[in-house]
């Protein structure tokens, strides 16, 4: 009791001395309902917050004398959403080449780090924001290693701003053999063969590049341990990413659907002792025991169609759920750029299919948190966090739903994007 | 062969009072709390609130459920076998989607999952002008021809913008005009000139054939053409156009081209621009099938706003939300509840968009689109508001025959009810 | 006296080529086998005449004649030669497929009706097909849509006009696409079809207006394949659609109807699922054995389940189909062991006297041959086989093939050659809609 009146004490103190300093006003939202995600709902509460982090939160929360009081009276506070999984700042439009920079070229790009080409001007961050994203992970995309993400917030004009944390994890393409879609090869001559030739083809490929993806990964930890005993040797920028991940310091994000794909990648990282994520998992739900026994958390996006016809209609609205009863770990991400916004109505369709609302929502924001090791700061309403709060009209999983306040580090942001501007512009064109 | 199919299907339906639950009937009587909806051969036969049920009708109880028309997917390409596209020449309104429907489309039932009883099946946007749509119902387990929704006037696709023009893929060894917007009207203009002249080669065959009566020479007849068949059906007002579009310009130009040969577009689709230019195709009369909100992975859909629909709404004219995509299409109910949050469009007017005005737009809203006498028995049973998070589809039925029942649905369902296997 | 040159003629004749016998003049008795004539019983003990190119006699009772060369058949079995009623005996062995980059350049038009099979068959590569028991084979060309005209071929003789039964047996229509010109979906396939159909009929219309009063009117335009379409217009030539689904079905189904043409379907590999479709309409079916055809890669994430499960489907199709009394024949289409995919028919439950006809009778049923073809009657042409063993079994291997009543011992050492494995023309990707939104 008196420590958290003590700590609270104290950042109000801090507080007044940021502003004198001439950080943002602190802010305190009001007589609103508090979903603090670690702890119990506050139906009726207060928080403030200070020099980019929560100072206090609580139902009889006390309010800074300088702060800006915002009327929470029928709203609701939820901590920032986290979106474990994306592209957004390094695409703008999909089919432009020159504003996409996810896909460099050639199978093996482990030097390749998202946050320095991310745009952080893109029309698509202030969109996501506008509906309670306020931290991403943006990823290189393809190939076998496609390169290493970045935790990202989604306020700042350099990219150095945006950075939460860099590196956040090294992104891999566990090999499924089969060969990359790419739209003029639908106009190409195909070449024909009998099922089991393919399924043979599939399975000699694959196994191709798991040798060739394990030697990379033996070689960078040779390497590692050469530098280590001081002996010379060439700078190579691809081993020397890939060493953190061989000694197990940088985890390692392996995209994987199907169940043998999933399987095959837990095996992997256990022969190459990496600390595996898988990224995908839509076929995670026949796998869970193993997921839970060796503890993978999985990055799933829920809005997809089941992996095989036989599937029941709703084995990717239910994965969540199996994965949750497992005890397996996982986020709900939108795996996309554009549609960061809509991570909420991912949630929503995990919880019509099961996922207890609580858990759902825990899902795109402390679980998150918890999979990339910045659960310390963000993920959560609790006193000592990071500033990433926002306020809606009422439950953020409901399509309706408004958001009216959103904070990164306690900094107020605009809702202004690219698409209000547009509305304004032509609502009332005659 | 249809109208043997409907009377045998009217003799096999069964009677079903769908009792207690809340209609959101999308028609004059509005919302009926604890109401009661009475289907007999497969028609609605009474809705409201002191509805008789007659004995022996099978009661499916809906207490605290939402009883909704069932959802009409304007744009669609799920059961299409052998390509979704005719992408070689430039005008392809000969081939017809109704050729390759693909009955054991396992999305069909993943659709019926999501509380979606009809659909626009769409040729692609490879061509300037594609083919002919099949408006289809998703009676899972039935035949091709038996999806087919008896009635539903015939309509050709158009494309406008990047796809036809090729801007984003290349074919190898392959060129194909056009490469600009500036082609695309050329095009459809020709094709136009040329379905003009085919109407009068045709006209004046039969006015040969009349003059020379019964008992005289006949001309060889034109050469049967069965592209131009349909243009020629275009410029008489008896095939729609569902044009796919993106860019304002482009629409205008449609418009422009459209009032030029005397035909309707009957609806615009994609229009993510259509929001520029609301009041033009108000005044046109088209509809517009857009997307709630997804946006910016093409240029032209960089200008993509989640407000299209309720800015367009506001100007008068009839929106539908589509899915162009058989995962969106699983979850239309939310989609149409953007429509409320962008542009504060009300919750009845948004259910509108994924059920009478699509099916005004697909011609067929005397038929269905909403719970009222008389209409068909495509109905959605959601376990909570439409629009609710937690919602779920427990029951969808077409022509009053429960096609989806998520309570019988052991995965092994889908197999056993979808086609003769 | 006259004989004697003739004699020694034929003596020279049997110096030359090493595997056959002059069939002129020469009469045969397969005395003591197990006979299955197809068209009846089996009989345990016959005896098969053959005499100047035909089947003289066929029974229990059979009186041999004076002068027969008379052949102890006890032990083995007699069967009427086998007939693959559609594959690519006797073309050459398909290109490699394309795997990227520029197309080969085409080997031929894939929409050409009135291109010949004929034209494009080697006599060599067809008579190796009979070392495995084929005496007739309907030869089709391979690629394309609409890739021409099949013939009909005995296996057996030194030219290849000697060959042919019918010419042009058929006319085909593939329901496949092609990858780069129109058509390049199915609808585009059958709008081309019916957009050909009518024309054809258009062109009938023409030549004959201009044939009845030729004077003072244009003459119309020669267009081959239009030419080529008439007889299958009239209803005199048999249209065969290639079926690779379902519906494929249900689409010739449909051309037939809208044209009134005669019509059989190939491949069919899911035809048991409209067996009583096939049953009302009586359907002439020519169902495959190439139960795992080469095809194109898929893009999207494979669905291996599904793909075994339409391969274990196309296996049991047969055996459905007879369950559900449809008579039709087995053929190759394309497959490289055409026995070896019978055997796999009768494995997955098709009885082994119903697939016997179905690659004897029942194929010359369909072609329209059944009075000349198909069993061992008196006075059809005699296209016999004896098998070491029973016939269509796994180790049974045929000792002696009677084509035109000539006979042809198989190369004891040399494995019976199966029909050159050529793809069948399965249907090429369109580009996906959701590409082009």
């Known amino acids: 009791m008196k420590a958290r009146f003590s700590m609270s004490a104290l950042l109000s103190v801090m507080a007044a001395a940021a502003l004198a300093a001439d950080a943002p006003r602190p802010i305190a939202i009001r007589g609103a309902r508090i979903v603090t995600v670690s702890g119990p709902v506050i139906e009726k509460g207060t928080i403030v917050l200070s020099g980019g982090k929560i100072v206090a939160v609580g139902e009889n929360a006390a309010i800074p004398g300088v702060a800006e009081v915002i009327d929470g009276t029928g709203k609701t506070v939820y901590p920032g959403l986290i979106n474990g999984l994306t592209t957004l700042g390094l695409t703008e439009i999909g089919s432009v080449p020159g504003s996409v920079d996810t896909t460099e070229t050639g199978d093996i790009n482990p030097q390749a780090r998202a946050w320095l080409a991310v745009q952080p001007h893109s029309d698509l961050i202030p969109i996501a924001r506008a509906n309670g994203v306020t931290v991403v992970l943006t990823a290189p995309q393809g190939g076998l290693v496609s390169g290493q993400s970045a935790l990202l917030r989604l306020a700042g004009t350099t990219p150095e701003a945006l950075t939460v944390k860099q590196p956040a994890a090294m992104h891999m393409v566990y090999p499924t053999g089969r060969p990359v879609f790419n739209l003029a090869r639908l106009f190409e001559e195909p070449e024909l063969k009998t099922f089991e030739d393919r399924v043979k083809d599939r399975r000699q490929n694959q196994e191709k590049e798991l040798r060739r993806l394990g030697n990379l990964i033996e070689d960078a930890r040779a390497l590692g341990q050469r530098r280590g005993a001081n002996l010379p040797s060439d700078v190579d920028l691809a081993e020397e990413a890939l060493g953190a991940v061989a000694r197990g310091e940088l985890p390692v994000v392996m995209r994987a659907d199907a169940e043998d794909d999933i399987r095959g990648a837990v095996r992997f990282a256990g022969e190459h002792g990496l600390k595996l994520i898988i990224a995908g998992g839509l076929e995670a739900w026949r796998c869970a025991d193993l997921l839970k026994e060796k503890d993978v958390p999985v990055l799933l996006q829920v809005d997809r169609l089941p992996l095989r016809e036989s599937d029941r209609y709703d084995a990717s609205f239910t994965n969540p759920s199996a994965l949750h009863r497992a005890g397996v770990r996982f986020a709900i991400v939108s795996d996309d750029a554009a549609d960061t916004r809509n991570l909420p109505y991912e949630a929503a369709m995990a919880r019509a299919y099961g996922l207890p609302a609580d858990v759902a929502l825990r899902a795109i924001t402390l679980s998150p948190a918890e999979i990339f090791g910045v659960a310390d700061r963000l993920g959560a309403l609790a006193v000592g966090k990071d500033a990433d709060v926002f306020v809606a009209t009422g439950d953020i999983m409901d399509t309706r739903t408004q958001v009216t306040h959103v904070f990164v580090d306690g900094a107020p942001q605009s809702l202004e994007t690219r698409h209000t501007r547009l509305y304004r512009e032509f609502k009332d064109r005659p | 062969m249809n109208a043997l199919f409907l009377a045998l299907l009217a003799l096999a339906s069964e009677t079903i009072a769908i009792r207690g639950g809340t209609i959101l009937t999308v028609g004059p009587q509005g919302t009926i709390a604890n109401g009661t909806v009475l289907i007999r051969d497969g028609r609605i036969a009474a809705v409201g609130t002191d509805v008789a049920v007659p004995a022996g009708a099978r009661v499916i109880d809906a207490t605290g459920r939402y009883v909704i028309p069932g959802i009409i997917d304007a744009h669609s390409h799920t059961a299409i076998e052998g390509g979704v596209n005719e992408c070689t020449n430039v005008v392809t309104a000969e081939v017809r989607i109704a050729d390759v429907l693909d009955q054991h489309d396992v999305n069909i039932y993943r659709q019926l999952a999501g509380g979606v009883t009809a659909a626009n099946v769409l040729h692609g946007s490879c061509n300037p002008i594609g083919g002919q749509n099949a408006v289809i119902k998703m009676r899972w387990g039935k035949g091709p021809s038996d999806l087919v929704f008896a009635g539903a006037p015939p309509g050709v696709k158009f494309a406008l913008g990047e796809n036809p023009k090729r801007s984003n893929f290349r074919v190898p060894g392959v060129t194909r005009y056009p490469a600009t917007r500036m082609g695309v009207e050329v095009v459809l203009r020709d094709s136009f000139r040329r379905a003009q002249d085919y109407k009068r080669e045709w006209e004046e065959y039969d006015r040969k054939v009349k003059a020379a009566g019964p008992k005289g020479e006949r001309p060889v007849a034109p050469r049967r053409d069965l592209e131009l068949d349909e243009l020629r059906d275009i410029l008489d007002g008896k095939v729609y156009v569902h044009a796919h579009c993106y860019r304002a310009d482009e629409i205008l130009m449609l418009i422009h081209l459209a009032d030029e040969f005397g035909f309707k577009i009957r609806t615009f689709q994609h229009v993510l621009e259509g929001y520029k230019v609301a009041s033009e195709i108000a005044k046109h009369g088209a509809g517009a099938s857009t997307f709630a909100d997804f946006w910016g992975y093409k240029m032209e859909a960089f200008d993509a706003i989640p407000y299209n629909a309720a800015i367009m709404a506001s100007h008068g004219v009839n929106v539908s939300l589509n899915s162009d995509d058989d995962e969106r299409a699983r979850r239309l109910y939310w989609e149409a509840a953007k429509a409320v949050k962008y542009g504060g469009v009300s919750e009845t007017e948004a259910l509108k968009m994924v059920t009478l005005n699509p099916a005004w737009q697909l011609g067929v809203d005397k038929r269905v689109g909403s719970i009222e006498v008389g209409k068909d028995a495509d109905i959605a049973i959601f376990s909570a508001h439409p629009f609710d998070p937690a919602t779920r589809v427990e029951m969808t039925l077409v022509d009053g025959i429960v096609y989806f029942d998520r309570a019988r649905d052991d995965g092994k369902a889908t197999r056993a009810a979808g086609g003769a296997r | ?437």
């Open chain 3, 1 to 437: 006296m006259r004989a004697r040159p003739i004699l020694a003629l034929m003596m020279l004749a049997a110096l030359v080529s090493p595997r056959g016998y002059a069939a002129r003049g020469e009469v045969y008795a397969l005395v003591g086998g197990r006979v299955f004539p197809v068209s009846g019983p089996p009989i345990d003990k016959g005896t098969v005449v053959i005499r100047d190119g035909l089947i003289e006699a066929v029974g229990a009772n059979v009186t041999v004649p004076v002068g027969a060369r008379v052949i102890d058949v006890k032990g083995l079995s007699v069967t009427p030669g086998l007939v693959d009623g559609f594959g690519g005996i006797g073309l050459p062995a398909p290109r490699p497929g394309g795997g990227g980059g520029a197309p080969p350049s085409p080997a031929a038009n894939p929409l050409a009706p009135q291109a010949l099979a004929l034209d494009r068959v080697r006599l060599a590569d067809a008579l190796k097909a009979r070392d495995s028991g084929i005496t007739t084979a309907l030869v089709i060309p391979r690629d394309g849509v609409l890739p021409g005209q099949s013939v009909l071929l005995n296996l057996g003789g030194e030219k290849l006009e000697g060959m042919v039964l019918r010419q042009p047996a058929a006319l085909h229509l593939h329901m496949a696409t092609l990858s780069r010109t129109y058509p390049g979906s199915l609808m585009g396939t059958v709008a081309y079809a019916r957009q050909s159909l009518y024309d054809a009929a258009r062109y009938r219309d023409e030549w004959k207006a201009y044939e009845t009063a030729a004077r003072g009117h244009k003459r119309p335009a020669y267009d081959p394949a239009l030419q080529a379409w008439q007889e299958v217009l009239a209803g005199k030539e048999l249209l065969i659609v290639t079926a690779t689904r379902e519906n494929d079905v249900r689409r010739a189904l449909a051309l037939a109807d809208e044209f009134k043409v005669r019509l059989a379907v190939a491949d069919a590999p899911q035809a048991a699922r409209v067996a009583e479709l096939i049953k009302t309409r009586k359907l002439p079916l020519l169902v495959s054995v190439n139960f795992d055809p080469p095809r194109a890669p898929t893009f999207g994430t494979p669905d291996d389940e599904k793909e075994r499960q339409d391969i274990e489907e196309a296996e049991r199709n047969p055996s459905e189909l007879h369950k559900a009394g449809i008579s039709f024949a087995l053929v190759s289409a394309f497959a490289p062991d055409f026995l070896a995919g019978v055997r796999k028919a009768i494995e997955r439950g098709l009885p082994a006297d119903a697939a016997l006809r179905a690659v004897t009778l029942a194929p010359a049923e369909v072609l329209g041959v059944a009075d000349r073809l198909g069993s061992l009657e008196a006075g059809k042409i005699a296209n016999v086989v004896v098998w070491s063993g029973e016939p269509l079994a796994k180790d049974t291997k045929a000792k002696m093939v009677f084509v035109d009543g000539a006979l042809y011992e198989p190369d004891e050492k040399a494995k019976p050659s199966p029909s050159p494995g050529a793809p069948s023309p399965s249907p090429s990707p369109s580009p996906a809609a959701e590409d082009l939104r």
